[in-house]
């Protein structure tokens, strides 16, 4: 407790700030949207246990957390977090596809301007496969997104603009 103001956490559930409280350093009167949403989320009851049973060095780590996924939930009630990371594992996977095309065409461009040379080095037909193996880029070698949770057309982004690919 700040002086004489109460907690936010105090403020919203209406009782005493003690000099003690577990909320106070985490939940500052001048921010009471944060622990309003983090209370509608988990309940005070559920972060108040969860804050005592971390060490102190730990609880503003958390706090954060609680905060993120709060917001994540207030979003995405069905995904929460785990919404925004799928959605961020289909923009990765799409861009690594993107890149591997990108390469590959720069790869053909680059052949075509190549005049042919026999290699004397190359006259092993197994040192040609290990080129074509190493040198080359790996095109499709993109995670699967098989298993992403993605709807860009109703879910709204984590950045407060819409997902759109």
């Known amino acids: 407790m700040a002086g004489n103001s ?11 700030c003690t000099k003690d409280c577990i909320f106070a350093p985490y939940f500052p009167s001048n921010d009471p949207q944060k622990f309003a949403l983090v209370h509608k989320v988990f309940g005070a009851s559920n972060v108040s246990k969860m804050l005592q049973e971390l060490p102190v060095q730990q609880r503003s780590d958390a706090v954060s957390s609680l905060v ?30 993107q890149l591997a095309v990108a390469q590959a065409e720069i ?15 190359m006259e092993n037909p197994d040192q040609k496969s290990y080129l074509l193996q190493n040198e080359l880029p790996q095109y499709l070698n993109y995670a699967s997104s098989s298993n992403v949770i993605y709807d860009a057309v109703t879910r709204e982004s984590i950045f407060g603009h819409d997902m759109v690919s």
């Open 107 to 121: 790869f053909c461009i680059q052949m075509q301007q190549e005049p042919v040379m026999p290699n004397p080095e």
């Open 6 to 16: 109460p907690c936010a956490s105090c403020k919203l559930l209406r009782r005493r």
């Open 68 to 97: 993120y996924e709060a917001h994540a939930r207030v979003r995405d009630p069905v995904y929460g977090c785990v919404g925004a990371i799928s959605y961020l594992q289909h923009q990765v996977s799409e861009l690594q596809m």
